[in-house]
């Protein structure tokens, strides 16, 4: 049995699961339309009313998550990796952090307006997971803002998470990681993508 480490509730509820590496989904502020932003809404009321480990909860996170791809794989809104510096600011990024945070980030994607992450642990007590994600988003922010010479809000204050449960739940994670750019249509493979990894 996999050993919660912290559960909370925002907006959307947040699993951290000792051991297990987690999938992260951040999308950049103005990346969504009020529309989607209302279904999402909808979605995160479903979401609070079922118990965290039931099936029904399962699906009510898939929707979440498909609704908002979606709409995020067309790139409209604020799209801030078209700036081809910010994929290697957010490489960058990723490095520092990894020491500092006790999570390494061996598999990620930034698309022009949302990354994908897989973070694992990389000792016995890392920083919590909330906190990882927030010091990554409040350190790249910064430096992106700057670079863009733009002040206010540059991501969602709200992410998505999930704990991978099996290696085979992993394995396909890494799939959808690396194909996203190819789903939509910004590169012919992964690899030719340059903000993937």
């Not at 078209?82 to 290697?88: E, N, R």
């Not at 000792?123 to 906190?131: G, M, Q, T």
């Not at 990882?132 to 733009?150: S, T």
Request: net charge positive; with cysteine.
């Amino acid at each position: 049995m996999a050993e919660t480490r912290e559960r909370w509730r925002a907006q959307l509820p947040h699993w951290e699961v000792r051991g297990r590496p987690h999938f992260i989904t951040i999308r950049c502020a103005g990346a969504l339309p009020e529309e989607v932003r209302l279904r999402l809404a909808e979605i995160q009321r479903a979401l609070q009313a079922v118990e965290p480990r039931s099936p029904e909860f399962a699906q009510w996170q898939r929707r979440y998550f498909l609704t908002c791809e979606k709409y995020l794989d067309t790139s409209k809104g604020f799209a801030p990796f078209t700036t081809p510096a910010l994929g290697g600011l957010w490489r960058q990024t990723l490095q520092t952090c990894a020491p500092i945070c006790g999570w390494s980030f061996p598999h990620w994607v930034a698309m022009p307006n949302h990354v994908h992450l897989l973070m694992e642990a990389t000792c016995a007590e890392p920083l919590p997971l909330r906190k990882a994600v927030a010091q990554l988003k409040g350190r790249f922010a910064r430096e992106a803002n700057r670079h863009l010479q733009r002040t206010g809000e540059f991501w969602q204050s709200e992410w998505f998470d999930h704990w991978c449960r099996d290696d085979d739940e992993t394995t396909r994670i890494i799939a959808y990681i690396r194909q996203n750019p190819v789903k939509a249509g910004l590169a012919t493979t992964w690899e030719a993508y340059p903000w993937a990894q």
